[in-house]
């Protein structure tokens, strides 16, 4: 049962059926807690007692943690008892964050971590039999891990959560006596596969005071699931075609057909990934919930730390307040600060993935943050430079930057396998297509040429230039009427145009 299907329909619509048909708040988290096992289960039941088991020891050690100091001590060790109390709830709070690193690493990351270590013996000593032995004995435990053992959906997700809420705890904010509550918290179906990252403390809140959506949430709870189909079914899941046609042909694409793939696959991100989050937010809407939101129009920003700050932003806000301000973020200068940046974007790219791309892609993002804060800190010495960055021609300058920065990494994201993102870099320019290539994939598969393509591309940036240029410059919202009316044909125009086979969700593997 994934989103944006019948049978997810039906479950969503008997959940809130039953959820708000009882009033008390235990009732109601009981059956909260059991809809998001169901939903879970019928994805990957045989995980769903690992996640049980995992939130269970997140719970204990944040009590743990948070447990008071013992004051009944004579008044000259109580400065000897306060150190031990800090000491163990240190502790306390690596086992905790060691736990979710070692569920992740084990999951996620053991294979790859083979694979490497393979590779280095082999090139170390490529012509000794030992070496040569264990490099093979090597790949073929990464091999045999690959085949027997596949990741928990959502894991990324679940353990960034449990560390955030265990951190928390440890910097101050209570932790929870309520099991019931905590469990909804973690299991929460809406958002437990792919996010958006929240934290416990503000969910709990909303638990507090709980109530029946009013009828301009309904409303916008179902406008958002409609908006999420359209950019899921409709858009993205188009594009995805587009995408694997270019890039699983790529030694026979020419450059202006990899550099529309690039495109094409940028956008198919966009839409795909807000797309989950839009019903997500939409589905918890209409339980009551309002989930922080993950997109702010991440294309039209003009430097990439604005970008980082719109894009995936409940993972941008994790990485800022749980990796790079314990780091010491700017505080220590301008080179610490950038080595920070550089940290903290190589943890992002690992951990969207066990693959050298994703490595490369967040050295890249890192790097890009570096060199956007030195030219920051250059242009605050030069009023010409302030001058200049201000002007239209800067700011058009700034935005063609960063989004070819942005655009031409996801490469990497695309192909995690080094081999192949390199060949499409290496094609990027002068390259031409092979004879067969447009034959294959325009006429025949795609039936529309590559120039009308390139223009609907274009067309897609303009809809979505248009949408930034209401919501964000002219701060116009659709009339709540026209949202009721736009619903039903949204949702029939999804389901109609939709391919045949919709893809999963992009951010299922990651």
Known sequence: ??????????????????FWAVEHRSVRLVILIAASLVFYGSLQIQYVPLLLVMTLITFYVAQAIG???????EEHDWQFAQADWNQRRLKLLWVGIGLNLLLLIG???????????????????????????????TQMQADWIKQHLIAPLGLSFFSFECIAYLVDVYRGAPATQDMLKFF???????????????????????????????????????????????KKLLLADHLGTVVNLIFNNAERAGSGDLWLGTLAYGLQIYLDFSGYVDVARGGALLLGFEL????????????????????????????????????????????????????????????????????IWGLLHGLALAVHRLTATVSERSEALRFW????????????????MV???????????????ILVLQRLFGQNADVQFAQKVYVETLQIDRLHLAYMLGLLLLGMALSYLLHRGLKLQLA???????????????????????????????
């Open 107 to 137: 999951f996620k990351y053991l294979p790859f971590g083979l694979e490497s270590a393979g590779s280095v013996m082999s090139q170390i000593a490529p012509n000794a039999p030992d070496a040569a032995d264990a490099a093979s004995v």
């Open 67 to 73: 447990a008071p100091m013992d004051w009944r001590v």
């Open 292 to 359: 922080p939101q993950n997109f702010d129009f991440p294309y039209f920003c003009t430097s990439i730390a604005d970008f980082w700050r719109r894009w995936h932003m409940t993972l941008g806000d994790w990485l800022r307040n749980y990796l790079y301000f314990p780091l010491g973020g700017s505080r220590g200068g301008l080179w610490r600060t950038c080595f920070n940046l550089l940290l903290v974007m190589l943890v992002a790219g690992i951990w969207h993935g066990a693959a050298w791309g994703f490595v």
């Open 407 to 421: 655009f031409s990494t996801w490469i990497f994201f695309r192909l995690p396998n080094l081999k192949d993102s």
């Open 184 to 230: 909804a918290y973690k299991l929460f179906f809406p958002k437990l596969i792919s996010g958006p990252i929240t934290r416990f403390h503000p969910f709990a809140a909303q638990l507090q005071t709980l109530k029946f959506p009013v009828s301009s949430q309904i409303i916008e709870g179902l406008w958002l699931i409609a908006c999420g189909a359209i």
């Open 389 to 404: 960055w201000s002007s239209p021609p800067g700011i058009l300058v700034a935005w063609m930057l960063t989004q070819t």
């Open 480 to 510: 709540w009427t026209l949202k009721v009316l736009l619903v039903p044909v949204c949702l029939f125009a999804a389901w109609l145009l939709a391919p045949n086979e919709a893809p999963p969700y992009i951010y299922f593997d990651f």
């Open 1 to 18: 049962m994934t989103f944006l299907t019948i049978t997810y329909g039906l479950f969503l619509l008997s959940t809130l059926g039953i």
